[in-house]
C-alpha cells in the first residue's frame, strides 16, 4: 500500500509503497539525498528528521550512528527507516547533494556609505601602580584623544571581553563606537562589516558588507529553518501562540539562521561573527515578531495591529545572535500587520518612494504585497496569494532545486521544458507552474473560467483531469507530471488575489493601468517568471513589456542600504509613516473584484468595476 | 577518631568524634540546625550541602527525601549522613532555626526624592480596523499626550510584555519612562519601588524604596552565598579565573542573592519583583566584578587595575537578575583594586564628602576602607585587615549568630559575657574577640607585644597558650571556649592593619590624631564594637569616646541615597574623581609602621615614625 511522503522544506510529496526505506523514497520522488555508501548505512551522511506520521524503529546502525540527543529529536539515517504510513520529513541541507537555488541578489541603487558605527584605533599606555587607571577609563582617554569624541557608556559584554584583547594585543584595539557607546574592541587588524538580513518566510538572505565602502563582501542564501515547522506564516504563529517554551523556539530557529549566514559569510572572507558590528534584518511583520519574540496573537486576530510598528534598535544578544559583544541590530519599521520590514526595505531597494510618476512594485510570495507610488504619495496593499507559486499545495509543485521545470511551453501536442541544472525533470518550481498555466490557456485547453477541456494529453485521474505535461516515460522511471484540474483553482485564486490588489490599490487612487509609468517586479519569484505568462494568464495587467522592470531580491538589497547608512534609515521610518495602508477586506467592492480577477486572460483594469 | 567539622556561612568548626551525624555534630558545635522531627528523617527539614571530604552514602532514607538533582549537587539530611573524616559542609538559611544576625541599619542623611525614572499613567485607545495603530506607537502617542515626553526607544523585554497587559488591563498602564527609553509598562496599581543592595563579601543588605518619597519600605540582609565557595575575595576571584563556567557561577551566585532581596522585600510589602523599576547595588570591586562578570585576574595582579573604574549602567537582565521588563542596574563607582563602589557609598552615607573640617570614616572589614576628608580634600586607603574580627581563623570564632558573645569583661578572675540572644556561649564573635583581646591586655595577661602571661586562667594546649574564657563546665556540654596566643597574633595582625592605614592616611597630609574633628565607623562590625576596647589595643587612636561616631551600615544607606537620587549619582561620580587613592605598599615606611602598628596600648600618631 502506498503512503503519501513528503520532503521539507524542499516541498516535494508522492505516494511510495509501504516498506520501502525513506532513501527509495527520497529517489522515487527526485529528491537527491546524499548517500555515500549508498544505503549500507556506513557513511551516516543520509540524516533526515521525522516530523509527523510512523517509521519502522530505528535498526542497530541507526543506535550506532545517531546520538541519544538526535534520536529523541526524531533524527533518522534515511536508509535504514522504512515507511509504515504517511509521513512527513524534514530533510536539512547537510543531508542534500544540490542546495536549493535561493534568489539573495538584486539590482542596486548607488548608496553613499555613512555607517552608524565608527571605528577609532586606539593605543593605550599600560597602567602601572604609578598610573593606575581602570581599563574603560583607558580606554575612554584614548578615543577621546584620536577621536575628539567622549565615549559616554560601555557595552557590558564589551567590557567583559576588553581587557583580555588589551593584555593580549600589546593595548592596541580598535574601539567601535555607536552614538557614544563604546560597543566592541577589535584587532587593530580586524575588518569594518556589517550583516543584512532578508529574512523571509520561506527563504533567508543574506549580505556581508564592508562598512567603508559600501561593498558587498559575500552574499548566501538559506532555507528559513522554522519551514519544519510549517510552511506559512499562520501555522508559525499558531504554533508560537501554543507555549512560551515554542515562542522561544521559534525565535531561536530564526536567530539560528542569522546566526549561520553570519558565520558563513564571514568564513568566506577570513573573518569571524564576533567581528560584525552592526547588522540590519528585514522580514514581513511576522518573520519580525517571531525573531523579536514579540506577541504574535494579535497578527491574526482583528484588527491585526503589530506589537510595534517603528523601527527598533535591540542589542543582537537579546535576541540569542552571536554578533560583535555589544553590536545592535536594527529592524525597519512595519507599516500594518501584512505589510512589514521588508515591504519597507522593498521601497528602498526600489527607490518607489523617490519615484516621480506613477510606479507599481510588486513582490510576489506567500504574501505577495504591493506599492502604489503617484506623484509622490504611497500606497500599499497585502494580498494573501498563498503559497501555490512556490509549488506548495500543486501535485506536482516543489521549490526552485535541482530537476525542478523553470521554464514550459506547448507546441501542438508537445511540451519543451527547461529545469533547474538540466537534470531529468522531477516537479514544477514557479515559474514553471505559471509558464504551464498561461500555455494550456493560451492552447485552449482550458478557457477564461479556468475549466480544463478535451485534449489529447488530458486524461482522467483520481475524479479530476489533469493535463501531462511530462509522461512517467520521460521521468527517470518516476511518475508522469501533470498539472490537474484542482492546481488550475489553486492558482486561479494566487493570482486573482495578485490581481485584486493591484486593481484596489489603483482604483484607490482614480487611476487604470493607463496611468501607470512603470511596473517594477521583485522577489526570487517575480525575478524567475516570463512576465508575457504572468500577462497571458491576467495576474499582470496587460503593458508592453518594456514597461516591466525585474529587480531580484530588492528587500535584500533594501537591507544593504539601511546597513551601511543612517539617512536610509531615516528615509526608510519617514517612507514607512508616509505609506497609506489599504485594508482590502473593508473594501465594499472586494468580493466582486476578487471574483472578476480568478477569470484567466489579459485585462486592463477600469476606473469602476 | 575526632574528625574538624566546618559550617558555612557561620563560620562555626571544631572536633566531632567519627561516626556521629552531622546533626549531632551541629548540636555539638552549637550550630542550631532545624530538625523537626529531632533526627528521625521523617520532617527533611535538615539539609545541608557536603562541600569537602567524606561522609557514609546515603541512606534510603534521603534517596526517598532529596531529588536527584539535589543528590548530584551533595545536598544530605544532617540527621542521616555520618562523619567519615574532616568535612566542610554548608548550611542554608532555611536549615537554621535562627538566622544569622545582618546590619543593614545605619544612621540615615536626610535625602530629596529625585528619582531616574518617571512614572506616566496612560489610557489608550483601542486600536480598530478604522485606526490601525501598533501597540508601541499607541504607548508613545498616550505618554506624549500624558506626560509631554517623547518615549525615543521601547525595551525589548517591555515590549514582548506589554501587548498582554494591555489587553488584559483595558488598555490602561502605567509607562515608565528612563532617559526617553520606555522600560516597563505596569499595572496602573503597581507600587513605584526601587531595590539598592550593598553587596558585601560576607552580608548582602537589601533596601525597597518607594521613588516617589524616598521612604523605605522594607529592608533585610542575607549572606553572600558565594561564602560556600570561600570566605575571602581572593580564594573567590582564584575560582572564577579557573574557567568561564565557574566563572559564571560565581556570577549566578551573587545575582540570586539580588534576586532573593528582591523576591523577599517586595513579598514583604504585596508587590512582586517585576514591579522593581530601578537598582542600585554597591560593593568592593571584586564584588562588582563577579557581579558583573567582569574579569578578577587583573584585581590580584599588579598593577591591579579594575576593568572599569566609572558608575555603570547595565540591563537588570544581562547580570541575570528578574526585575521589572528593562530595569537597569546601576552600580556606583569604584576608585581603584581595592577601593570599591562600596566605598563610594559609604562617602555618600556619612556625607564625609562634604565634611569642612578633618574627618575620618572607617568601614570596618575582611578589607577595611579608610577615607579622609581634609578641608575638602579625600584621600582613601584599603587595608587587608584579614578576616579575624569576623571569627575566621580564630580558634573559637564565629559569626554574629544565636549562641555568640558579643561583650565580654574580665573581673579580676572571672570572665563576665553576654551572647546574642542569651542563648549559652557557642563561640565569640567579632565584638566579643576585640573586648576579650582588650580585657586580657589591660589585665597584664597580655603584654605590649601580644605574648601571653601566665595567669590562673591560662593554660596550656596543643603546645601554645590559650585563656580560658568559658569553661566546658558552662558550654552547655560542648569544649570550653578560649582565645589562643596563635589568636592574638592573629587579631595583632588585623588590627596592625587598619592602625597602618589611618597612621599613613594622616601623615600623608602631615596631620596627626590631633587635627582630626571627626572619627565615624561604618559597617556592621563597628557598629557592635566598644570604642573603648579599640582605642585599648590601639586600633583606634586615643581620642576623647565622643569624637567617634558609629554610623552602621553607611554603604547601604549610601546606595539608598544613589538609588532615589540622580544628583546623588552625580556626587558619587565626582567624589570618586576626587578621591585620592593612596597605595599603602608603596609608601616608603610600610613595613616599619605596621611592624609598629601591631603593638597593643593605646597610641597617638606623630607626623613622623
Given amino acids: 500500500m502506498p503512503h503519501q511522503v513528503e520532503f521539507e522544506p524542499i516541498g516535494r510529496r508522492g505516494p511510495v509503497g509501504e516498506g520501502n526505506t525513506v532513501l527509495t523514497a527520497a529517489r522515487t520522488l527526485g529528491v537527491d539525498l546524499v548517500a555515500l555508501c549508498d544505503g549500507h548505512g556506513t557513511c551516516g551522511r543520509c540524516k533526515v528528521r521525522l516530523l509527523e506520521g510512523e517509521l519502522t524503529a530505528p535498526t542497530a546502525i541507526e543506535d550506532a550512528r545517531l546520538s541519544n540527543a538526535e534520536r529523541q529529536e526524531g533524527w533518522r539515517l534515511a536508509c535504514q527507516a522504512r ?85 593580549g594585543n600589546g593595548w592596541e584595539a580598535q574601539a567601535v563606537l555607536r552614538d557614544g557607546e563604546c560597543i566592541a574592541a577589535l584587532s587593530t587588524k580586524a575588518p569594518h562589516i556589517g550583516l543584512a538580513v532578508d529574512l523571509g518566510t520561506t527563504k533567508v538572505a543574506g549580505y556581508l558588507l564592508d562598512l567603508d565602502s559600501g561593498r558587498t563582501c559575500a552574499s548566501a542564501g538559506l532555507m528559513n529553518p522554522q519551514i519544519a515547522y510549517g510552511e506559512d506564516v499562520i501555522t508559525r504563529i499558531d504554533r508560537a501562540m501554543r507555549s512560551d517554551a515554542e515562542a522561544r523556539h521559534m525565535q531561536a530557529l530564526a536567530g539560528q539562521a542569522v546566526d549561520q549566514l553570519a558565520a558563513d ?26 525573531l523579536l519574540r ?123 521544458c527547461a529545469t533547474i541544472g538540466g537534470a531529468s525533470p522531477v516537479g514544477l518550481c514557479g515559474s514553471g507552474i505559471l509558464d504551464a498555466l498561461a500555455a494550456l ?49 489553486e492558482l486561479q485564486l494566487a493570482k486573482g488575489a495578485i490581481r485584486t490588489g493591484i486593481t484596489a490599490l489603483l482604483r484607490s487612487r482614480q487611476l487604470t493601468d493607463e496611468d501607470l509609468d512603470e511596473v517594477i517586479i521583485a522577489g526570487a519569484f517575480g525575478s524567475y517568471i516570463q512576465v508575457s505568462s504572468a500577462i497571458a494568464i491576467g495576474m499582470l495587467p496587460a503593458l508592453p513589456e518594456q514597461m516591466f522592470r525585474q ?7 533594501g537591507s544593504k542600504m539601511a546597513l551601511i547608512s543612517a539617512s536610509q534609515r531615516r528615509i526608510a521610518a519617514t517612507v514607512a509613516g508616509r505609506a497609506r495602508y489599504l485594508e482590502l477586506a473593508s473594501l465594499p467592492d472586494f468580493s466582486e473584484t476578487f471574483t472578476d480577477s480568478m477569470y484567466l486572460g489579459e485585462y486592463h483594469i477600469s476606473l469602476q468595476r
Avoid at 494529453?457 to 483531469?465: A, E, I, Y
Fill in 83 to 167: 515507511l509504515l504510513g504517511d509521513v512527513r520529513l524534514y530533510v536539512p541541507p547537510e543531508s542534500l547533494t544540490t542546495p536549493q537555488r535561493t534568489l539573495v541578489e538584486g539590482q542596486e541603487l548607488p548608496t553613499a556609505p555613512e555607517p552608524t558605527v565608527d571605528f577609532v584605533e586606539i593605543h593605550l599606555i599600560p597602567p602601572s601602580l604609578e598610573q593606575l587607571v581602570a581599563d574603560a577609563e583607558n580606554i575612554r582617554r584614548a578615543v577621546l584623544e584620536a577621536h575628539g569624541q567622549e565615549c559616554r557608556q560601555f557595552d557590558l559584554a564589551m567590557l567583559q571581553q576588553a581587557s583580555a584583547h588589551l593584555r
Fill in 294 to 416: 514579540l506577541p504574535v496573537e494579535q497578527l491574526v486576530m482583528a484588527p491585526f495591529v503589530p506589537a510595534v510598528g517603528d523601527a527598533l534598535d535591540v542589542k543582537a544578544r537579546d535576541i540569542g545572535l552571536h554578533l560583535a559583544a555589544g553590536a545592535y541590530v536594527h529592524l525597519l519599521p512595519n507599516i500594518a500587520g501584512y505589510v512589514g520590514a521588508d515591504h519597507v526595505a522593498m521601497m528602498l531597494g526600489t527607490g518607489i518612494w523617490q519615484a516621480s510618476g506613477t510606479v507599481l512594485a510588486i513582490d510576489i510570495g506567500t504574501n505577495t504585497e504591493i506599492c502604489l507610488a503617484h506623484h509622490g504619495e504611497l500606497t500599499s496593499v497585502s494580498c494573501a496569494s498563498g503559497p501555490a507559486f512556490e509549488g506548495a499545495h500543486i501535485t506536482h509543485g516543489m521549490r526552485a532545486a535541482v530537476g525542478a521545470i523553470e521554464r514550459l511551453s506547448l507546441h501542438e501536442q508537445h511540451i519543451l
Fill in 265 to 290: 559569510l564571514t568564513a568566506a572572507i577570513g573573518a569571524t561573527p564576533a567581528d560584525i558590528v552592526d547588522a540590519v534584518v528585514v522580514g514581513n511583520t511576522a518573520m519580525h515578531h517571531l
Fill in 441 to 489: 490557456y493560451q492552447a485552449g485547453v482550458l478557457n477564461a473560467t479556468g475549466k480544463m477541456n478535451e485534449h489529447p494529453l488530458v486524461r482522467d485521474s483520481d475524479g479530476q483531469r489533469e493535463f501531462v505535461l511530462v509522461p512517467a516515460d520521460e521521468t527517470n522511471g518516476r511518475a508522469a507530471i501533470t498539472l490537474t484540474q484542482r492546481d488550475v483553482r
Fill in 551 to 557: 529587480v531580484g531580491n530588492a528587500a535584500g538589497m
